[in-house]
């Protein structure tokens, strides 16, 4: 059986029971967090809800969500505004299209020194197990620690690009409007220190993997994980379920984006063990396997940018073109014909996460051939982590049980998670400029 059918079913049933029928884009993530972060003070954000919030999704059809320690929204909003003039003079104009290159070199080196960190992490995390993954859960804490010269490299790049762009602002200053003037000057990082003061309009602070505080632009969580947790004692979300049949040959995404080849990195069946998961293909030959997920409560957690986010002008410059506003795209970027040059799947600034997709006590009920289950048998006994699709059951994040019964030829194996933290499922993923790709 090609898990990529069954990969289809649980994106369709995640979108049509948990996110309903809105224009909900949705990218699960290859290993689901808890979503446990830790209570921080009055104008910060922990550092694992930042790295989510203010990731880049990967533009790519559903699958792992592939954002965190990519890009971020706000860079490549802020790279937008380097490729945009202001109805200048020609001399001024060439001075912004010389220095909109330069954003342009200086951004694609952050994103090369992220992208470079990320896989030197994942590599040594591979080869270090369980020990390296306890010293160092995310990439930001390797980054603090033994990958900091990837840090050093980001940030060396990031505040040349800062530097620009600030050039850029001024020269465009004298022909922008008053109000957008205003929403591009909080692009502008604080100057004072993080530990001192209330963050300025835009901005927060996030402890680095050190547990120094930096400046970060802001971002809006509509709960918290412990709000959240409280509304479920009150039973008001309800249970959703998703049912998966391996006999399906249907594999047809109905809210897929941004084309129609279908991707999911993860194996789709695996069990966890020795520190990493291992893939346990149970449909491969038999596709009688059918199973079902339940969840005591499950939604869509709403995120929004800060202030510093102009998504009506974002909207204009996507859809009005240029005729008659005021403003241009600069070379080497065109506003006519083919993909936008600073939107969709070809942008600059192509997505933003919208929502995490959150579970609360995830049940599992998978039934199968005997023959088969006989099969993977020791595998699934000695594991400390089941997974279905986007769905984990203990593993690195916690703990799971299971239970198994046998009816004639057919056998069922049953669990669930034993964690009381809910779990983020992926996220949703939005357009800038425009509302679909």
């Known amino acids: 059986m090609d898990n990529q059918n069954l990969f289809s079913q649980s994106y369709d049933q995640i979108t049509k029971q948990i996110l309903g029928s809105g224009n909900n884009y949705f990218q699960m993530l290859g290993n689901p967090q808890s979503f446990n972060w830790p209570v921080v ?3 910060q954000l922990a550092p694992q809800a930042y790295q989510l919030m203010s990731a880049a999704p990967v533009y790519s059809p559903v699958g792992t969500f592939g ?3 990519t890009s971020t929204l706000f860079d490549n909003y802020r790279q937008v505004f380097g490729h945009v003039g202001f109805n200048n003079s020609p001399e001024i104009e060439q001075q912004i299209n010389d220095l909109s290159d330069n954003v342009t070199t200086a951004q694609n080196e952050i994103t090369k020194t992220w992208t470079n ?4 992490y994942l590599t040594a995390k591979q080869n270090g197990g369980v020990i390296f993954e306890a010293q160092y859960p995310s ?3 390797w980054m603090a620690g033994p990958g900091s010269s990837y840090a050093t490299e980001a940030e060396t790049w ?5 530097a620009i762009l600030k050039q850029i602002q001024s020269l465009n200053a004298a022909n922008q409007p008053t109000e957008l003037s205003d929403a591009l000057a909080l692009m502008a990082r604080p100057t004072t220190s993080p530990s001192s003061g209330d963050a300025p309009r835009g901005w927060t602070k996030v402890a680095n993997g050190a547990g120094v505080l930096e400046w970060q632009p802001s971002f809006t969580i509509s709960t918290s994980s412990q709000s959240w947790r409280q509304e479920l004692t009150k039973g008001t979300i309800g249970e959703k379920s998703v049912t998966l049949d391996a006999s399906k040959s249907d594999s047809s995404i109905t809210k897929s984006w941004a084309g129609a080849n279908v991707s999911y990195g993860t194996p ?3 069990v966890y063990a020795s520190g990493k998961w291992s893939e346990t293909n149970i449909t491969k030959s038999d596709n009688s396997v059918t199973a079902t997920v339940k969840m005591q409560s499950a939604t869509n957690v709403l995120i929004t940018p800060g202030a510093w986010y ?8 996507a859809n009005a073109g240029t005729q008659g506003t005021g403003y241009s795209i600069l070379q080497p970027y065109s506003s006519t014909g083919g993909d936008h040059p600073l939107f969709g799947a070809n942008g600059i600034c192509s997505t933003m996460v919208t929502g995490l997709v959150v579970a609360y006590k995830p049940s599992f009920s998978i039934t199968m051939k005997s023959s088969t289950y006989k099969s993977f048998e020791q595998s699934i006994s000695a594991s400390a982590g089941l997974r279905i699709g986007p769905f984990s059951f203990g593993g690195s994040g916690g703990h799971y049980q299971h239970d198994v019964s046998t009816t004639g030829n057919s056998t069922t ?9 809910p779990v983020i499922l992926g996220v949703t993923v939005g357009f800038p400029g425009t509302e679909k790709p």
């Open 67 to 69: 954002g965190v320690g």
């Open 139 to 141: 990439l930001a804490d």
């Open 268 to 270: 789709f069946w695996g």
């Open 413 to 421: 194996v049953t669990g669930g998670s034993t964690s009381d933290d």
């Open 41 to 43: 003070a009055s104008g």
């Open 310 to 317: 102009i998504g009506g002008f974002l909207k204009q410059m």
């Open 158 to 162: 990031t505040k040349k690009a800062d």
């Open 117 to 120: 960190a990320n896989t030197a």
